[in-house]
């Protein structure tokens, strides 16, 4: 053929190829229009999650609530690698889609023929992979454990062309997921609206339209406009992976029946490149949630082998086959193995069989109340709580509890006191009447006559549902009958007493006298203080937050008597506004931080100089929010421009001076050596407050428990700007802080950002989502709520403490904690912190449930001085803490409409003596096992 001839068909047939391919983005190449064979959606809503939509003839998208499942035969792709791919949809009404993921899914589905959510037995729902019962992959575990990344999924976010004249609308698809399921590690494609709630600007009106509900059609429809894929593949790859090298095992400190694998991705022979791996123990195939992720060659992997009820004490036999993106399976490796024996630790007596008095005599029906002057009296544990108008408790007790209990026996009038060295020990004294005088106590060693000091203070009576309940402790010495703080229609009298026992007192029981006075009355109460051979560290093992939206002026009173009860007072310094708090933040020019007025008001918090004459010492802050967020120190409406994605929305500019500002605020704690407390960046922003106008907020996001996937990628924005300006610095207590209620929908976007994690109570439906996260990446786990209402049983701060703890987290935070002159007319739930009612520059009143914070802090450095003299993991003593008690709880909200609820954990059936015989048998325990 002539050259030129030749020359001008070539080009004539690359103008056709291109102009054929060109709606798709895709070369003239081998590209392949493959069917959508299977599809349905599922529902995260309520009663929802039971039903499924395989027989729909639409799909639905609608953020975390509503998304779709699609799978393709990929047979015909195997052994060619993918070079682009793309997903069609034909939308409903030519209604566009906005963004869109598509995720792997890690485990098999079945498509049903259900409708309008019907519970279809087989079928797959967002609860369960096969109604009624099937877990998607672990135990309890439901449709988010197996894609977004989740059970070692793929996923990209990407998005779509407009919406053509007959309706449809594509997206590009990672060729990870492609390959995924062409290599059998994924079952088919998740299809999930990545905007979320979308919102209109006009002007300084903000309008938000939550969750608009998007449709697409399925394959039900008809054939003419169900959803296909178009797959352009590139070179063929018929050549299987090199052999997984380098395998080793361990399973040290880790629960029964459990291991870590840990080898070497091999390289891949041919052009695709490593994908995963196909794992069997004993010839039975390990699920795809939880063998890991093979795509980078010569990189160490880790799978954790669990939830497979391995036996221990004899070997199993691991074989990995490294996948390729071709599907190609290479040779096997294979590795003999044990898995662990470990089981909860178990004490000598178990805490059921110790469930009796630990004072007095069991037979105390024929006693009465004792007589101090005119009054009758007993004495209760601290955390008891009476409505003070009947005198009857509001948990249910043995009909002989108030004559008879783990601290009282009224029939020989003894107490039983019993803790640790600077250990803080209660118990309230209850009298019969209204009693107008203060009550006064002083505790004699007999032996050595040495009298160790004792705070009274007064319950002070607040009007709940009709009862009168003892919520603030007042001080005596500021306790004036006829005040304000009296209540003349309460019929009891209720006195709370506290001691913090010496470090330098001997362990062992020491006979003591208890004097209580009222008025010229006084009457004398044979004690015994018990002392365990340990002592309460000074510095707290796990974290009470106390976290507060501002402070009254007399602010160093607030963080004192937080340090004072071992909880941590942390105030966030701005508002949504973007306004920061008078003094709360450097002045900054824009390069450098004049920190010199700053450092003044806050530095006595972080060098612990405000606290060296607390019973702690002079043990610094443990947390503290920084000023920095997104309005501070650099403004963002100018910086700014409207879009749902941060790396669209914030320019250049803004982006090097926040990353200058948090080198610079890293750079002081570092100079400064502020290394024991934990420095928050946190972002407060949500921006439904722009619903009152766009100035009334900053935040474009939702960036405190953030809803949609927009808005964790807006936090992963400003964790990666943070993370640039502090890395190098070396300041490693200066951390990206964040708060998360749906830790299902974070996806890894926030990995390796994250030092300090605030989560919901979701992290008990999803533990796995969090903790496994957590240990990943090294970060403190936080769990958020709501304290009990007064109402309600003072046991659940010291319940939520240990409860916490029992699970693996680093503390917990009640979102709210600073009351007002509200809080002593009515039942304040946020008021555990009270200002005083007579003088606005008086120190604070604490609440009883600050001290029940208090309580369970305290338990739980008795539960890790456990773990430390056995040189067990948190699990093993948690563990058989979760066994014993019974932790029968339920979330229930706390009526907030106009936000979201944080809820509070309630929990039903605990009370002051399960955890005190909690603490004698750690205690004990302690003191039998051998130091070393």
């Given amino acids: 053929m002539n050259r030129v001839l030749f020359s001008c068909a070539t080009t004539l047939l690359a103008v056709v190829a291109f102009v054929f391919f060109e709606s798709d983005s895709l070369s003239a190449q081998d590209v392949r229009k493959i069917p959508v064979n299977r599809d349905t959606w599922l529902s995260s809503v309520q009663q929802e999650r039971l039903g499924s939509n395989g027989g729909a ?29 793309y997903l069609h949809l034909n939308v409903v009404d030519k209604k566009r889609l906005l963004r869109l993921t598509t995720s792997s899914i890690s485990a098999e589905w079945f498509e049903g023929n259900a409708t309008g959510y019907g519970q279809e037995e087989g079928a797959s729902t967002f609860q369960f992979r096969q109604l009624p019962d099937v877990p998607w992959s672990y135990p309890n575990s439901d449709f988010t454990s197996v894609i977004l990344g989740s059970g070692n999924s793929w996923w990209g976010s990407f998005e779509p062309t407009d919406v053509d004249e007959k309706g449809w609308q594509k997206v590009e698809v990672s060729p990870q997921v492609i390959a995924a399921r062409i290599a059998g590690l994924s079952h088919g494609f998740l299809i999930f609206d990545d905007v979320g709630s979308e919102w209109k600007r006009t002007g300084d009106k903000f309008e938000v339209f939550p969750f608009p509900n998007r449709y697409i059609y399925s394959r039900q429809q008809n054939a003419s406009v169900a959803p296909y894929f178009t797959i352009q593949v590139g070179a063929e790859d018929r050549q299987a992976p090199q052999k997984p090298t380098g395998l080793v095992s361990d399973s040290a400190e880790l629960p ?27 010839n039975r195939r390990v699920p795809l949630y939880l063998v890991p992720k093979g795509d980078l060659a010569d ?78 009296f007993t004495i209760l544990d601290e955390l008891d709580k009476l409505n003070l108008k009947d005198g009857k408790l509001l948990s249910t007790r043995d009909e002989n509890y108030e004559i008879s209990n783990h601290l009282w026996a009224a029939l020989n009038q003894s107490l039983t006191l019993v803790g640790a060295k600077k250990e803080w020990i209660a118990f309230q004294v209850v009298l019969k009447g209204n009693v107008t005088a203060n009550l006064s106590a002083s505790l004699m060693l007999e032996a050595s006559k040495q ?14 549902g009709g009862a009168l309940i003892g919520d603030p402790i007042v001080p005596v010495s500021r306790w004036k009958a006829g005040s304000s703080l009296d209540n003349q229609t309460a019929n009891y009298s209720c006195f709370h007493v506290e001691m913090h026992i010496p470090a330098a007192l001997a362990p062992g029981k020491h006979a003591a006298t208890l004097k ?27 974290l009470p937050e106390m976290n507060s939206y501002g402070l009254p002026a007399n602010e160093l ?36 931080m004049d920190w010199s007025s700053w450092d003044k008001r806050f530095s006595p918090l972080l060098t612990g100089q405000a606290f060296a004459d607390l019973e702690r010492g002079g043990v610094p802050i443990e947390c503290f929010y920084l000023p920095l967020f997104e309005n501070w120190p650099i403004p963002i409406e100018p910086n700014y421009k409207e879009s749902y994605w941060a790396d669209d929305a914030l320019n250049a500019s803004y982006r090097k001076q926040f990353e200058l500002a948090s080198q610079e605020i890293a750079t002081h704690v570092k100079e400064k050596k502020w290394q024991e407390t934990i420095f928050h960046f946190y972002l407060n922003g949500k921006n439904n407050f722009k619903e009152r106008g766009w100035s009334r907020s900053t935040s474009p996001w939702i960036l405190d428990e953030p809803s949609h996937y927009q808005d964790f990628d807006a936090l992963r924005w400003f964790g990666e700007a943070f993370q640039h300006g502090t890395q190098g610095v070396g300041a490693k207590n200066v951390v990206f802080r964040t708060d998360v ?108 449930r600050l001290k029940a914070y208090r309580r369970g802090q305290q338990d739980i450095e008795y539960l890790e001085l456990l773990c430390q003299r056995l040189k067990a993991p948190r699990w093993r003593v948690g563990g058989w803490v979760r066994q014993s008690m019974d932790w029968s709880s339920v979330r229930e909200g706390t009526g907030i ?21 909690l603490r004698r048998i750690v205690a004990e325990s302690i003191q039998l096992t051998p130091n070393g």
Avoid at 532 to 540: A, F, R, S
Avoid at 565 to 589: D, I, K, M, Q
């Fill in 57 to 85: 003839a639409r799909l639905k998208l609608k953020s975390y609530q509503e998304m779709s499942i699609v799978d393709f035969d990929a047979s015909s792709l195997k052994g060619r690698v993918i070079e682009k791919a």
């Fill in 256 to 282: 029964a029946g459990e291991a870590i694998v840990r080898w070497k991705t091999p390289s891949d022979i041919g052009p695709g490149g490593p994908l995963g791996f196909e794992v069997h123990i004993d």
């Fill in 299 to 376: 990189q160490m992997v880790e799978m954790h082998v669990r939830d497979l009820g391995l036996e221990s004490g004899r070997s199993h036999l691991l074989t990995v086959a490294a996948i390729d993106r071709a599907g190609n399976v290479g040779e096997a490796a294979t590795l003999n193995f044990e898995v662990s024996k470990l089981e909860a630790w178990q004490p000598q007596r178990s805490l059921s069989t110790s469930l009796q008095n630990i004072a007095g005599s069991s037979d105390q029906k024929s006693a009465k109340w004792p007589r101090l002057g005119n009054f009758e």
């Fill in 451 to 464: 009298e160790i000091p004792l705070n009274v203070g007064r319950y002070a009576p607040i009007s709940q």
């Fill in 516 to 542: 209580l006075s009222l008025g010229s009355d006084a009457v004398a109460i044979k004690t015994q203080l018990q002392v365990w051979d340990l002592e309460i560290p000074n510095k707290l093992s796990f």
């Fill in 557 to 592: 009173d607030y963080y004192r008597l937080a340090h004072r009860h071992r909880t941590v007072l942390n105030r966030l310094p701005y508002y949504h506004n973007g306004r920061v708090s008078e003094g709360c933040a450097p002045e900054w020019n824009g390069s450098k």
């Fill in 741 to 848: 209620s749906r830790p299902e929908w974070q996806r890894e976007v926030l990995d390796g950002l994250v030092g300090y994690a605030v989560v919901s109570s979701a992290v008990r439906r999803y533990p796995r989502h969090v903790l496994d996260r957590a240990q990943n990446n090294g970060e403190l786990v936080v769990e958020y709520g709501t304290s009990n209402r007064l109402d309600q049983s003072n046991i659940q701060p010291e319940a939520w403490c240990v409860d916490a703890w029992s699970m693996g987290l680093n503390g917990v935070l009640p979102w709210q904690t600073i009351g007002n002159a509200e809080s002593w007319k009515s039942g304040d739930e946020l008021a555990l912190f009270y200002p005083d009612p007579e003088s606005d520059s008086a120190p604070p009143i604490p609440s009883i």
């Fill in 897 to 917: 409409q106009d936000a979201e609820d944080a809820g509070r954990v309630k929990y039903n059936n605990l009370n002051p003596q399960d955890f005190a015989n």
